[in-house]
């Protein structure tokens, strides 16, 4: 079955560092695919999305490319503040209608200054 | 923005009752969902929603779930006789389509 795989966390960096939280993940077909955040206290929020091999999402300063070669989709930005700090989810919708999203583990951010 | 709305945002409840979740989606979405975050785990995918019935459920949403979506605008969760394992933060979400859809910020459901 579908499944995704992220790396563990907590992952911590210093302000202005280079951020990557690595996601690869199983399917048949041709799964779009998530990144959404949820800060503390809050819900999920989608950060950026791609639907098909090679795009590239991308939203206040992160991105992440769809990898069909090497089934990942890791997640990047160049120089993380503070503010960054959160709980990171990939997820992939399979290739069917409903909708389902299935979510990786996520991977704890922290931000310090 | 347009928000999913769900209430109460805390609610605790004892073993073997009955609780209802309810979520407000945004109005011209057509897709809904349910998803539940047990502590420190994964979320996980309950069941979706579209033209006014499931289309999808996972295997945690056995026969003491149910979903019903009343009157066309509210969209709401029961558990018929809640379980300790069933304390969980509940998502709700709905999309236009069944892409990248809009979450709520969660209704956190503590059993006791």
């Known amino acids: 079955g579908n499944s995704v795989t992220q790396m563990e966390g907590p992952v911590t960096l210093s302000e202005e560092a280079f951020l990557t939280i690595n996601c690869t993940y199983t399917a048949t077909g041709y799964p779009s695919l998530f990144w959404y955040v949820q800060y503390p206290g809050e819900g999920l929020q989608l950060l950026l999305k791609?639907?098909?091999?090679?795009d590239k999402g991308s939203n206040k300063g992160f991105e992440a490319t769809y990898r069909k070669e090497t089934t990942s989709f890791h997640l990047e930005k160049g120089s993380v503040q503070v503010s960054d700090s959160a709980v990171y989810f990939c997820?992939?919708?399979?290739?069917?209608?409903?909708?389902?999203?299935?979510f990786g583990q996520g991977t704890t951010l922290q931000v310090k200054p | 923005e347009p928000e999913v709305t769900q209430t109460p945002s805390h609610q605790v409840t004892q073993m073997g009752q009955e609780v209802i979740l309810r979520c407000v989606p945004i109005s011209n979405h057509l897709y809904f969902y349910w998803y539940r975050q047990i502590l420190g785990q994964k979320v996980e995918f309950l069941v979706s929603?579209?033209?006014?019935?499931?289309?999808?459920k996972s295997e945690i949403f056995d026969d003491q779930f149910s979903v019903e979506r009343p009157d066309g605008s509210n969209f709401t969760l029961k558990i018929r006789s809640t379980k300790l394992e069933d304390s969980a933060m509940y998502f709700c979400?709905?999309?236009?389509?069944?892409?990248?859809?809009?979450f709520g910020s969660g209704t956190r459901l503590t059993v006791v």
């Open positions: 791609a639907t098909k091999a090679d």
């Open positions: 979400a709905s999309g236009r389509t069944g892409d990248g859809y809009t």
């Open positions: 929603f579209y033209n006014n019935e499931i289309s999808e």
């Open positions: 997820a992939l919708r399979g290739s069917g209608n409903t909708g389902k999203l299935i």
